[in-house]
């Protein structure tokens, strides 16, 4: 597997960052070089899941007072404040590298056990995968969700990525999202203030240990990183692929 580096112009710019996604398991459906690229954005933005509705998932008016960027990404799952203190990994697959790639629930399982196993090795918690795609830690008899997850598919190549809060600023996900509309059992109606948590590991040991978990190599020198920047600007930078629904 290679790896992506990002310049800190790319980190600035959110569509860029999600317009990332999309070209980066395009080139590996292409060629058939998987990547890895991990990322914290400098400043706070908020990302909805490809079928949400923004106007039922964030807190648009404060998003709209403070000038708090509101994005679409082209995967599933939940909306997110991105910013300092949230780590962001991402990985591209062939599916053909394990049976298990074959379809989503058992894709979601083999790439979060393998995630699990590789931070619960760094943590004096209890580290356990909830819902469909969340990593949390027990923190007395509650599940403390600190990972969001989701994945994009192409026909023989996939996109997985995800969060990893720790050291956010929590009130940000208050303050820019409402109560989700779907949410997993163990929740159980918490808030945000009572459900999500930074976990307890630096954010270096953090990005050790995905690199090493994903046995990354060498710097794909010749990534399509035009493409990136004619999709952000076509796509990710357009209010009626963010605001669309």
């Excluded at 969700?145 to 050291?167: E, W, Y």
């Amino acid at each position: 597997m290679e790896q992506l580096e990002l310049t800190t112009e790319i980190l600035a710019d959110p569509a860029r960052l999600l317009a990332l996604d999309e070209v980066a398991v395009d080139f590996t459906e292409a060629t058939g070089r998987e990547l890895l690229w991990l990322w914290e954005s400098p400043r706070p933005w908020v990302v909805v899941g490809l079928g949400q509705a923004v106007t039922v998932e964030v807190n648009w008016d404060f998003c709209r007072q403070r000038e708090t960027p509101v994005l679409r990404r082209c995967s599933g799952g939940g909306a997110v404040v991105q910013g300092p203190g949230c780590l962001n990994y991402a990985v591209t697959l062939r599916m053909d590298r394990d049976p298990a790639l074959g379809a989503v629930t058992t894709t979601n399982a083999w790439v979060m056990e393998r995630l699990r196993r590789v931070i619960q090795g760094q943590s004096a918690y209890e580290i356990a995968v909830q819902g469909h795609t969340d990593l949390a830690f027990r923190d007395g008899v509650d599940w403390r969700k600190f990972s969001g997850n989701a994945q994009r598919r192409r026909r023989s190549a996939l996109l997985f990525h995800g969060t990893m809060l720790h050291a956010f600023d929590l009130s940000q996900i208050a303050d820019c999202l409402r109560h989700p509309s779907a949410e997993p059992s163990y929740r159980a109606g918490r808030s945000h203030r009572e459900f999500v948590a930074n976990l307890p590991v630096g954010g270096k040991t953090l990005k050790a240990v995905l690199t090493e978990c994903w046995a990354t190599g060498a710097v794909a020198g010749d990534f399509p990183w035009k493409d990136v920047e004619t999709l952000a600007e076509r796509r990710y930078r357009s209010a009626d692929w963010n605001l669309r629904r």
